[in-house]
């Protein structure tokens, strides 16, 4: 049992919790529960999950909140839970870093779907060098804050990114050295959506480009394998 995927379910309607937790036990994963984000994070120094259920909508710290800083400091997949069903949150949650999103009412076997949907993606994905949990890193000419999401210059000139190149070079440190396809990198920047397609991470990299590389035309840092993806290719450290 110790071997099945470890899920907590954050949710602060108790009877959402245990609905959920008791079917998903049913099929074989570890739940843990929380009711919030304080709940959550003590869960977490003791508990290392392989999946978030993350309620949106919840008192005090919401669930966006909590999915951004998770998503600064972890890869750990999160799947959304809420009752708005407007298009613009549900983008928002995406580009924060959620891997799905689940509109309430929804069916147990839905969420069960996509709940192996995600997990069989994760475990595709290689192993990632790990160096991004220092909160400062630092290649080429470069000095990524993450925390700050701040890019800086040799020369401390500040380096404007949005969310979703911060999300690219993000991952490109974490997998220097590894070739990533256009699916990985999907997965790893968004989730794989009915939203996003293949081309999408293709303007993405061209426009985290023309912000690193000296010459965008001839790009150094982020390599093209024709057919294949995308790789760092230059050596990150902690600064």
């Known amino acids: 049992m110790e071997s099945s995927p470890h899920i907590i379910i954050v949710d602060d309607h ?75 949150d549900r983008i928002i949650g995406l580009e924060l870093g959620a891997d799905d999103y689940l509109s309430k009412p929804f069916n147990p076997r839905e969420l069960l779907a996509r709940i192996k949907a995600v997990l069989r993606r994760v475990n595709s994905l290689p192993p990632q060098r790990g160096i991004s949990k220092s909160n400062t890193l630092r290649f080429d000419q470069w000095i990524l804050h993450v925390g700050r999401r701040e890019l800086l210059g040799d020369d401390g000139i500040a380096i404007p990114l949005s969310t979703a190149e911060f999300r690219l070079l993000n991952v490109f440190l974490d997998y220097a050295g590894i070739v990533l396809n256009r699916d990985q990198l999907l997965d790893l920047t968004v989730g794989r959506t009915s939203d996003y397609f293949d081309r999408s991470i293709d303007n993405q990299v061209s426009r985290l480009r023309k912000k690193i590389e000296s010459d965008p035309r001839a790009p150094v840092l982020i390599k093209t394998h024709w057919g294949g993806g995308y790789s760092f290719t230059v050596q990150v450290e902690r600064a």
């Open 14 to 88: 108790r009877d959402i919790r245990d609905l959920v937790g008791k079917y998903l036990a049913q099929h074989g994963y570890r739940i843990s529960m929380a009711e919030g984000a304080v709940a959550l994070r003590h869960l977490m120094e003791r508990h290392a999950p392989d999946l978030i259920i993350l309620d949106v909508m919840m008192p005090g710290e919401d669930g966006l909140s909590i999915c951004r800083q998770l998503s600064a400091t972890s890869q750990i997949p999160i799947i959304f839970l809420t009752a708005m069903t407007e298009e613009l």
